[in-house]
């Protein structure tokens, strides 16, 4: 299995930043120089510069990559940051590997298995054609040719597939089936602080007020930290200087490791 590629710099405890569909590690220039620590944020499989493998890029395949990247680095005492899929995949990594994680971020991130009713009324029809085999296809070859330059070497597999694993009406049942798993694990880690940035919402905001309500409700040792900028389902493109600058001040309030 090849180590993923990924963006470095600093020194010190480290800082993971996980990206989500359809982007790389590009997702976080602007948000990596005003963190703390080593800060590190990978490609993930079959996107970015990471290797494109002949595999199904599901989830399962995805953290299997991830949990190679941080035994090769040894990493330990670890901050997650996580966006979109990117969530779900720290939240994941994090519950399966306790002793191991120090902290947990979050923006604009899967994070619960949702209903076709609770997901964004202007998204929801879009999903559904992705997840209709055939149109699905079409739509993704359309999309990555409209990509910036920067995010074009997403691989198509992996973009489709994430798209098609977004857990609505329960479907995919192994992806359900592993959200519950972890968040019964972010509802019971009472020693793990948690955050949860959100931003006034853009047209494509993913997590409603609904939503965060939930998460808030729902897993423990979690604050909110609602910015008055707007932005849209990317916030790392959105709003980089703020949302890095809210992680920071959050991480300056976490006690001594």
Not at 227 to 250: I, S
Request: proline residues 9%.
């Amino acid at each position: 299995m090849t180590t993923l590629a990924h963006r470095s710099s600093g020194a010190g405890s480290p800082v993971v930043l996980l990206h989500g569909n359809p982007t790389s590690s590009y997702l976080w220039r602007n948000v990596m120089p005003s963190l703390p620590g080593w800060r590190l944020a990978p490609d993930l499989i079959g996107m970015g510069d990471s290797p494109r493998p002949d595999i199904a890029y599901t989830f399962d395949d995805h953290a299997r990559y991830l949990d190679e990247w941080f035994d090769a680095l040894s990493l330990t005492d670890v901050v997650l940051l996580g966006h979109d899929w990117g969530g779900a995949l720290a939240a994941d990594w994090a519950s399966r590997h306790p002793s191991r994680v120090r902290a947990l971020a979050f923006t604009e991130a899967v994070l619960k298995p949702m209903t076709w009713e609770e997901f964004p009324p202007a998204g929801a029809e879009l999903f559904r054609a992705i997840k209709t085999p055939g149109v699905g296809e079409s739509l993704v070859t359309g999309f990555l040719s409209g990509l910036p330059p920067e995010y074009a070497t997403t691989h198509h597999r992996p973009l489709l597939q994430w798209a098609r694993s977004l857990p609505l009406g329960g479907e995919p049942a192994a992806v359900v089936a592993r959200i519950e798993a972890f968040g019964r694990w972010l509802a019971s880690s009472v020693e793990i602080p948690k955050l949860l940035v959100t931003f006034e919402p853009g047209f494509d905001t993913m997590l409603t007020p609904s939503m965060v309500q939930w998460c808030a409700a729902n897993f423990a040792s979690l604050e909110v930290v609602s910015r008055p900028e707007k932005a849209g389902h990317h916030t790392p493109e959105d709003q980089p200087e703020a949302l890095a600058e809210t992680v920071a001040a959050w991480l300056a309030g976490l006690p001594s490791a």
